[in-house]
């Protein structure tokens, strides 16, 4: 239903910083929220966090706390990943999809291009 693009990914400096867009398309009154995920080579898709389009509540897996803000834009159907303090260990590929109430994935056969986030020590 909720069609994405990611973009702003880029090669940083380990401590560095980046903010990541998610630009998605056929929002309904239905979607609740955006999550961010990231799959490193040879590791599972991880869970980073997500954001409600309503109120903008927010939820940040231990992993990304304090380091790693999310935000969105309504008026642009756009969310942003903010990254500070970026460490090697955060080098991956990066998704937004739509999830719920509980923050689970609504669908797990599509997923956008993902954008290449690649720290360097």
């Known amino acids: 239903q909720v069609q994405v693009v990611e973009s702003g990914g880029g090669l940083v400096q380990a401590g560095g910083s980046l903010r990541l867009s998610c630009a998605a398309s056929?929002?309904?009154?239905?979607?609740?929220?955006m999550g961010w995920y990231r799959q490193a080579p040879g590791k599972v898709r991880e869970f980073l966090g997500a954001i409600t389009w309503s109120a903008g509540s927010t939820y940040y897996e231990d992993s990304v706390k304090g380091r790693f803000t999310i935000s969105r834009d309504n008026a642009k159907n756009t969310v942003y990943l903010q990254m500070n303090s970026l460490k090697p260990e955060d080098t991956a590929v990066y998704y937004c999809?739509?999830?719920?109430?509980?923050?689970?994935?609504?669908?797990?056969?599509?997923w956008g291009q993902g954008t290449q986030v690649t720290v360097s020590s």
């Open positions: 056929g929002r309904t009154f239905s979607t609740y929220a």
């Open positions: 999809a739509e999830v719920g109430h509980w923050w689970e994935l609504v669908r797990d056969d599509y």
